[in-house]
């Protein structure tokens, strides 16, 4: 594992009161990138659905950078449980803003209700697929560093070493991938079992909040923390004011986004189902992937791979189980929210592929082979599209888990029983 201190003892050189013209200058970038939404929405100025799919994506991912650098800097001055309740619902924002208005239009608009789902599974498959093995990649070539210097052992650069506040995530993880197989087999994702996992998202933060403080505080670097190093009192004016302003334009730009999807998949000739389950995800999900991406680059693989292992936590209950809440509240049937099918399959290859990361995770070692194997079957998925092909490709997701666990079946027990030990540690969930 990186000796993160001696990361951050290399980057304590550079200027930590540095929220000038650079800084600001990133804000006014991201801002400027979100007006032209606002004045669309404002003027209900529409010229087609593929330039409103730029301008309210461009807006929706300049947002969740706001969102993603006030959170980081916000835990400057909150701490505890309170932290993080209010950063992981905060985080979660941009994804789920687009998600949710799906799952409410399908409420009175019966063909929405794949959209939901589409968009779901899509970002939970592509932080698992993509983001986990980015990470691992980037922390093992920035090993080979510290190998040459004579740091760290040469298997620093085959395998990462997740830190063992992980364990209470992948422990919950593991038991939310189990209890996602319910789905299907249902057919749909009722209402009670919505407040099911939703209870499960409150016990995730109590379970985390519990965490005792080792007192090593990182140091904040980058944008997070240019705005940490300011007066306290402009400190916080600044944290409130990005949070007002990212909040609003994400509030005010998912539901034009969201309609611009379906209807540019029409435009272009492009199934709109495809759009929404990769293109939103991608815009949703590409700050938390850059932060994590930077974590990585300084040193902190452990910790970075550790938010986006939280972010799974968050998918697979907070977001899951809000699905049929909002179909609900849109006028849908108090069942819950239906799946057709091909979400039936969706969801099988999603849980699959959740119990095969967690299976290569649960010993808190990340080998490269790992990564290139999690790419490998994430990519299959766009060559085979068909019913058959999902089914085997959720078949060798599960035989590969299957494998993988008997060989770490030592730390089977251990993870299983970390969301309900008093006494142990666990990780700050993100989106």
């Known amino acids: 594992m990186i000796d993160t201190a001696s990361v951050r003892a290399a980057e304590a050189g550079t200027p930590t009161a540095r929220m000038g013209r650079s800084a600001w200058g ?65 985080a979660v924002l941009p ?63 085959k395998v990462l070493q997740l830190e063992q506040s992980s364990r209470l995530d992948i422990g919950f993880l593991a038991l939310l991938a189990v209890v996602a197989f319910l789905i299907p087999l249902m057919g749909s994702i009722p209402l009670w079992f919505g407040f099911v996992l939703l209870a499960a998202f ?11 403080d080792d007192g090593d505080d990182e140091e904040m670097v980058g944008m997070a923390g240019n705005i940490a190093s300011m007066p306290q009192r ?12 990212a909040a609003a334009v994400i509030l005010s730009s998912a539901e034009p986004f969201a309609e611009a999807l379906v209807a540019s998949g029409s435009a272009l000739g492009i199934d709109s189902y495809f759009l929404v389950q990769w293109l939103a995800p991608l815009a949703t999900e590409a700050p938390e ?57 969706e969801f099988v290859l999603t849980a699959s592929q959740t119990v095969l990361g967690v299976a290569i995770i649960i010993a808190l070692r990340f080998h490269r082979w790992s990564a290139i194997a999690l790419v490998a079957l994430f990519a299959v998925q766009f060559v085979v599209t068909d019913t058959s092909g999902r089914w085997v490709l959720s078949g060798v997701h599960v035989v590969a888990a299957l494998v993988v666990l008997w060989v770490n079946r030592k730390d089977v027990v251990p993870t299983l029983r970390a969301p309900f030990r008093r006494g142990g540690v666990a990780g700050a969930p993100a989106a």
């Not at 799906?102 to 697929?129: C, H, I, K, V, W």
């Not at 402009?234 to 007002?244: D, E, Q, S």
Request: hydrophobic share 55%; with cysteine; net charge positive.
């Open 26 to 90: 990133r804000i006014a970038i991201c801002i400027a990138i979100a007006l032209p939404a606002v004045v669309f929405r404002v003027t209900g100025f529409a010229p087609n659905p593929v330039v409103d799919l730029l301008v309210f994506g461009g807006a929706v991912v300049a947002a969740s950078f706001l969102l993603a650098w006030a959170a980081e800097a916000a835990q400057k001055d909150i701490s505890g449980a309170l932290a993080i309740a209010i950063l992981a619902l905060i």
């Open 95 to 157: 994804e789920y803003a687009v998600d949710l208005y799906y799952a409410f239009r399908s409420g009175y608009d019966p063909s929405y209700e794949q959209f939901a789902a589409a968009n779901m599974t899509g970002s939970n498959r592509l932080l698992l697929g993509f983001g986990w093995p980015l990470v691992v990649v980037i922390s093992l070539l920035v090993a080979r560093r510290y190998v040459r210097a004579g740091t760290l052992p040469r298997s620093a650069t």
């Open 289 to 345: 992937f850059i932060v994590a991406a930077l974590f990585a680059l300084r040193g902190m693989g452990g910790a970075a791979i550790g938010t986006l292992i939280a972010s799974k936590v968050n998918q697979w209950s907070l977001l899951v189980g809000s699905l049929p809440i909002a179909h609900v509240l849109g006028g849908g049937t108090s069942g819950g929210l239906p799946l057709d099918g091909r979400q039936v399959e």
């Open 202 to 212: 409150v016990a995730y933060l109590w379970r985390a909040s519990q965490a005792p």
């Open 234 to 245: 402009a400190r916080r004016w600044t944290i409130v004011a990005l949070f007002v302003v």
